[in-house]
């Protein structure tokens, strides 16, 4: 005997408000949108588990606005109208029957399922794959340039001394995340060459109007959104507190004193995270300023953003091992972010991850493994 059909709402689908065309469901796996009407949204409310026809319509408060409209009459509507949305991929068919005959929704592959992430991840990852809105790059770009408010005093930063260099196969041999550290200050000269090398600005990429820079790590489309912070709590030859790094002068510019909303925001940040039995003498926190690369790549800035963050981490990383610095990274992100040296009311800045750095512990109770002696 053949049973009851069954349905429920398809469970990718997200409710997103559109300026012009009101609510929206959005597919997020496929990236399909749908109109939604608001008996439509209470019928699928009702259909968070299987139901057949019969009681799908008995609790849709909707059945009786749509029998009005002339869209569906009775439960023979409301069966007709599940078949139809099963067509279109907003219910689906969740019945012994349909399972045999191997059918999804309307027939279509879904990817993603059973991947560890929300639908949310999978709403933006599928935006990103679509490539930037039409309407991107309008208006003149927003400059590469922070000129950071707040800012108390300038440290111009030593020249790179050019400590002799590792071959670039020994760095990549050798690079670690190191979570114990020197009980020493990391030297200033040590933290400016990690900068100098990592996020330098070495130029500008034509045409001269888009504001993109050239650094050692690549950046989408040059737009280089990231801005790095010092947390300078023992740094030999510079006072404790925030910096902000202008990777143009090669400077810091001093924000705050050290203080008790520092340490916090280092245990949050860095020292928690990494399970690290001492805070590091020194932290880099990251943020993005998106729109930067939001003028141009509006749709799917945010998965380049992450990616720059990729890239900068571990260029800084291979610069720190290079230089003998022990140095971890951290992916907790504050949103908003809470770093008390950030200006309170700009919006597009996004805090995206966070390097420990110090002198490496003589005597570390994890043992680096040593490399492989030459030869
Ligand atoms: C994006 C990213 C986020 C990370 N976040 C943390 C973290 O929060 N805490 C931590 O202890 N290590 C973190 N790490 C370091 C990894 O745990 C480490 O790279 C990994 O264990 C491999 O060890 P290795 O770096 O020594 O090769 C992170 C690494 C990356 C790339």
Not at 19 to 41: H, I, N, Q, Y
Not at 84 to 95: E, K, N, P, S, T
Not at 181 to 205: I, K, Q, T
Not at 322 to 337: F, H, V, Y
């Amino acid at each position: 005997m053949t049973g009851r059909p069954l349905y429920r709402r398809n469970p990718d689908l997200l409710l997103e408000w559109d300026e012009d065309a009101g609510a929206v469901l959005v597919d997020c796996l496929r990236w399909r949108k749908f109109s939604a009407k608001a008996p439509l949204v209470d019928l699928l409310h009702h259909l968070d588990g299987p139901l057949s026809a019969e009681e799908a319509h008995a609790r849709w408060q909707g059945a009786e606005d749509a029998e009005d409209t002339g869209d569906t009459a009775g439960v023979e509507g409301t069966r007709k109208l599940l078949v139809r949305l099963a067509a279109a991929g907003i219910v689906q068919r969740c019945d012994k029957e349909h399972e045999k005959e191997g059918e999804e929704g309307d027939g279509a592959p879904v990817r993603g399922r059973g991947s560890g992430l929300t639908r949310y991840e999978l709403a933006a990852h599928a935006q990103a794959a679509r490539g930037p809105v039409p309407h991107a790059r309008q208006g003149p770009p927003p400059p590469a340039r922070l000129r950071h408010p707040g800012t108390t005093a300038t440290v111009p930063l030593p020249e790179d001394p050019g400590p002799p260099s590792r071959p670039l196969s020994r760095v990549l041999e050798q690079r670690r995340s190191v979570r114990e550290f020197a009980p020493e200050p990391v030297p200033l000269a040590l933290v400016a060459a990690v900068l100098d090398r990592s996020a330098r600005v070495r130029g500008y990429l034509p045409p001269r109007a888009y504001e993109q820079t050239q650094r050692a790590a690549p950046s989408g489309g040059g737009r280089h959104s990231l801005e790095v912070y010092l947390l300078a709590r023992d740094v030999g030859g510079l006072d404790s507190g925030a910096y902000h790094y202008d990777p143009f002068a090669h400077a810091l510019h001093r924000l705050s004193p050290w203080s008790d909303n520092l340490s916090d925001l280092q245990d949050r940040v860095l020292t928690t995270p990494a399970l690290m039995a001492a805070p590091p003498p020194a932290g880099l926190y990251l943020t993005s300023r998106a729109a930067r690369t939001g003028w141009k790549y509006e749709g799917m800035a945010l998965s380049l953003i992450y990616r720059d963050t990729g890239c900068l981490m571990q260029t800084m990383c291979l610069a720190a091992t290079d230089l003998g610095l022990a140095s971890c990274l951290t992916g907790r992100m504050e949103a908003p972010p809470t770093a008390p040296f950030l200006p309170p009311d700009e919006h597009d800045v996004l805090h995206v991850g966070n390097l420990a750095l110090g002198l490496p512990s003589p005597s570390p109770s994890v043992p680096v493994p040593a490399p492989e002696a030459d030869g």
